[in-house]
């Protein structure tokens, strides 16, 4: 069993920042894949940005304000998001696969939620 936390979330204005933190309960130098994912009221949940095999991918929605990044040492996943705007309200959940590719158990967190208003 993995735990996934997450962090950092809140109540920012339009054209402000936040930094979603999710600490994982054991290493995650050796997952498959990592990333975020948000669900807005009424939405399926989308993917926004996703760390695998060494790729970064991004939401188109998202791309040159959002960063996700890793540090292994922590065992933490980060998402920083500049430039935010209303339609970035969501529960944003942090994400992890191990195991080998034939054979991923998924796990997710408890969700925070990220509020962009005025």
């Known amino acids: 069993q993995v735990q996934l936390v997450e962090s950092g979330g809140g109540l920012v204005q339009p054209g402000g920042s936040l930094r979603l933190s999710c600490a994982a309960s054991?290493?995650?130098?050796?997952?498959?894949?990592m990333g975020w994912y948000r669900q807005a009221p009424g939405k399926q949940r989308e993917l926004v940005a996703i760390?695998?095999?060494?790729?970064?991918n991004y939401r188109e929605s998202v791309k040159g304000r959002f960063t996700i990044s890793r540090d292994n040492a922590k065992n933490t996943l980060y998402l920083q998001m500049n430039s935010l705007k209303p339609e970035d309200t969501a529960v944003y959940y942090c994400?992890?696969?191990?195991?080998?590719?034939?054979?991923?158990?998924?796990?997710w967190g408890q969700g925070t939620q990220v509020t962009v208003s005025s």
């Open positions: 994400n992890a696969d191990f195991g080998a590719t034939t054979s991923l158990t998924t796990y």
């Open positions: 760390m695998r095999g060494g790729r970064i």
């Open positions: 054991r290493s995650i130098f050796s997952s498959y894949a």
